[in-house]
């Protein structure tokens, strides 16, 4: 579906009157300058050498013109009518739900904007803001292993020393939703070849898996026994393929899983292991091999992208770690919180229990959503890492594909069914927050939260995306940024 253009000449050279006044009041204050005082001249540039010389008058844009300034010309032309469509699709949202929209930081509407409510997913937006403050966004991971090597062969134990790296995986490893697979992913195949490479021909002891970087909290408390494993968790600082140590095989202990992947792939690789795979702490001995991870704005992406739980979590502790003097999910959650505070982002209402928005008991505001949103910019790693609407890959795949939204909307989707009972139970949630960008430059941002019975369900969620979908592309009814831009 093309989306409208419909230029409004009338509207564009009503918009463009300021600027001639402007130009106008500059040519008189020019001619009155009192002595002493210098006017720039835009005819003339000094070169290298401190002479004048002709400028470059190419453009035939103004100076003053308010074409200098598309998006908030083009925000000006277009926002009234804007704000007239999404305040005919407020009544949509009742007491249980909310909506917030903005264009550039400009306020649009919005609908129980303050109301704390269940937002499942999203809550991996506050993580990834928190994680680029806190992290960067060219933090690295590193695996290694260590190990007293002399001629070859290990003498003991290898000990494989989890850094935290949430990606870490096989190439045969698809991820828990095949839908979804992971991707930015850490090879750990590779850290087999860099061991072989550094020598190593035989281990006399195990290789034994060091997760000491993180606490041994392998599941938030307030997971249901619904989601523990086939959504979220365990989480350490070593894990391989989320617990799995074959495609068909999950492990009791995922340190040890970790351990037992590493074994069999240094077995497959001719090197002797005389132990069993086993957990453990490194006994201080030197690092023989490492890999490192994708740069984080890369690994926010994949988190984003497909709603991986554990890298949530997992980057939630590393932020207790670096910032909050504890690998733990609690440290993690006081560093949210404070830097969230630092930021100005309400919070009233906002209650955080996890990284990733699998508890029940998470609460958000649309309020807080767009804050974030609006503090990310779209070409961000934020904007840019998240799920694309009709693109494969993402949680985005099957929404919003027969509409010019596809291709487009960029967006954090939240789903809680919470049917402890198999029937329902609690109220169930669908959140999405995000950006539209528009062509030109600036982006509409927005924040939607439903909670509600059976919500989760396509039938149920599906009719008020489909209505939201449309308000968003009814902007811009006029010009667009690309329009106004200099010429």
């Known amino acids: 579906m093309a989306r409208r253009r419909n230029p409004f000449p009338a509207l564009v050279v009503v918009a463009l009157l300021p600027a001639l006044a402007l130009g106008g ?77 903005s264009v550039d930081g400009q306020p649009v509407a919005s609908q129980n904007a303050d ?11 506050v993580t990834a803001s928190v994680a680029l403050e806190v992290l960067g966004a060219e933090y690295t991971y590193t695996t290694e292993v260590r190990g007293n090597l002399a001629g070859g062969v290990v003498q003991g134990n290898l000990y494989l020393v989890g850094g935290g790296d949430p990606v870490l995986s096989n190439s045969w490893w698809n991820g828990p939703n095949a839908k979804y697979p992971p991707f930015n992913t850490t090879s750990i195949e ?44 365990p ?13 068909d095989r999950s492990s009791n202990d995922p340190v040890v899983g970790a351990a037992t992947v590493l074994t069999q792939l240094l077995q497959e690789r001719g090197v002797t292991v005389a132990g069993a795979p086993a957990a453990g702490t490194t006994d201080g001995s030197a690092a023989i091999a490492a890999v490192q991870s994708h740069p984080l704005r890369d690994i926010l992406a994949e988190m984003l992208t497909t709603s991986d739980n554990n890298t949530a979590e997992m980057i939630l502790k590393e932020i207790g770690l670096v910032a909050g003097g504890a690998g733990t999910r609690e440290a993690g959650l006081a560093v949210v919180t404070s830097t969230l505070q630092g930021w100005g982002i309400p919070l009233d209402g906002v209650v955080l229990v996890d990284g990733s928005g699998l508890s029940d008991e998470n609460r958000l505001t649309c309020g ?3 804050a974030l949103i609006q503090r990310a910019p779209v070409d961000g790693p934020i904007g840019q890492g998240m799920a694309i609407a009709g693109q494969a890959g993402g949680t ?16 954090k989707t939240g789903t809680l069914y919470n049917y402890d009972d198999g029937i329902g139970g609690k109220p169930a949630a669908k959140a999405l927050c995000g950006y539209v960008p528009q062509e030109g430059g600036g982006a509409i941002q927005f924040a939607i939260l439903l909670n509600g019975p059976q919500i989760a369900e396509k039938v149920e969620y599906r009719p008020i995306w489909d209505a939201f979908g449309a308000v968003l592309l009814s902007y811009p009814s006029g010009p667009t940024v690309a329009d106004l831009t200099p010429r």
Not at 27 to 49: C, H, L, N, Y
Not at 51 to 80: F, Y
Not at 194 to 212: E, K, L, P, Y
């Open 368 to 370: 807080t959503l767009l």
């Open 115 to 125: 109301l704390p409510l269940r937002p499942a997913s999203t809550v991996k937006v």
């Open 25 to 101: 009041c500059w040519q008189f204050a020019k001619g009155r300058a009192p002595e002493g005082v210098s006017v720039p001249d835009d005819t003339v540039t000094p070169d290298s050498t401190g002479s004048s010389t002709p400028a470059d008058v190419s453009l035939a844009t103004p100076v003053l013109s308010l074409r200098r300034a598309p998006a908030m010309l083009a925000r000006d032309v277009n926002l009234a009518s804007f704000v007239a469509t999404a305040q005919g699709f407020l009544p949509q949202i009742d007491s249980t739900s909310c909506v917030a929209i």
């Open 235 to 247: 989480i350490t600082a070593l894990l391989a393929n989320d617990s799995r140590e074959a495609i």
């Open 396 to 411: 985005l795949s099957d929404a919003f594909e027969d509409t010019a939204l596809a291709g487009l909307l960029r967006g």
């Open 190 to 233: 590779a850290l087999a070849d860099n061991i072989v490479a550094a020598g190593v021909t035989s281990i006399g002891g195990s290789v034994v898996g060091d997760a000491g970087r993180y606490d041994s909290e392998w599941y938030a408390p307030t997971w249901g026994s619904d989601v523990r494993f086939t959504e979220g968790g």
